[in-house]
C-alpha cells in the first residue's frame, strides 16, 4: 500500500472496512446471544479474501488505487445483494415477476461492469479517496 499516508496520498483502506463491516454488524445485532471469541473467525475470514481480491486485482492493474476501487465495488454489491433482495420482496408488484434471483442477478452484474469500467477510464483525485474511506470508516 502507500508507504506514507498524506493528503496527496490518501490511505487505501476502503475495501478493508468495507470488508470487516458485516462481521461486526452481525455481530453487534446478536452481541446478546454469542460470545466475542466467535467474532474473530469471520472477521478476519472476510478481512484475508478482500486482501486476498486486492492483492490479485492489483496484480492485474499495476496500480493499488484501482485495485482499491474495484475490491471496494465488489465487495459492496456482493455485501448488499441479500439485503437488496430482501427489501424488494416487500414491493407489492414484484412479486408477480418470475424467477426475482435472476433479474436482480443481472441488474447486479450490469452495476458491476459499469462499475468497473468507469473505474478504468477515470483516476480519482485525492479528495475521493479521502472521501471514500471516510464513508467506509
Given amino acids: 500500500m502507500n508507504p506514507k499516508p498524506s493528503l496527496k496520498n490518501p490511505p487505501l483502506l476502503v475495501p478493508l472496512l468495507l470488508a470487516i463491516y458485516p462481521a461486526l454488524a452481525l ?7 454469542v460470545s466475542l471469541q466467535v467474532l474473530w473467525r469471520p472477521l478476519f475470514l472476510s478481512l484475508g479474501c478482500a486482501l486476498l481480491l486486492m492483492v490479485l486485482i492489483k496484480w492485474i492493474t499495476k496500480e493499488w488505487v484501482k485495485a482499491t476501487l474495484y475490491t471496494s465495488l465488489f ?10 433482495h430482501h427489501a424488494l ?13 435472476g433479474w436482480l442477478g443481472l441488474i447486479y452484474t450490469a452495476l458491476l461492469t459499469g462499475g468497473a469500467l468507469l473505474i ?12 471514500m474511506n471516510a464513508a467506509a470508516g
Fill in 75 to 84: 465487495i459492496l454489491l456482493f455485501v448488499s445483494y441479500g439485503q437488496v
Fill in 120 to 131: 478504468s477510464r477515470k483516476k480519482p483525485s485525492s479528495r475521493t479517496l479521502w472521501a
Fill in 89 to 101: 420482496e416487500d414491493v407489492p408488484f414484484l412479486e408477480k415477476i418470475p424467477a426475482s434471483y
Fill in 27 to 33: 455481530f453487534q445485532w446478536n452481541i446478546r446471544e
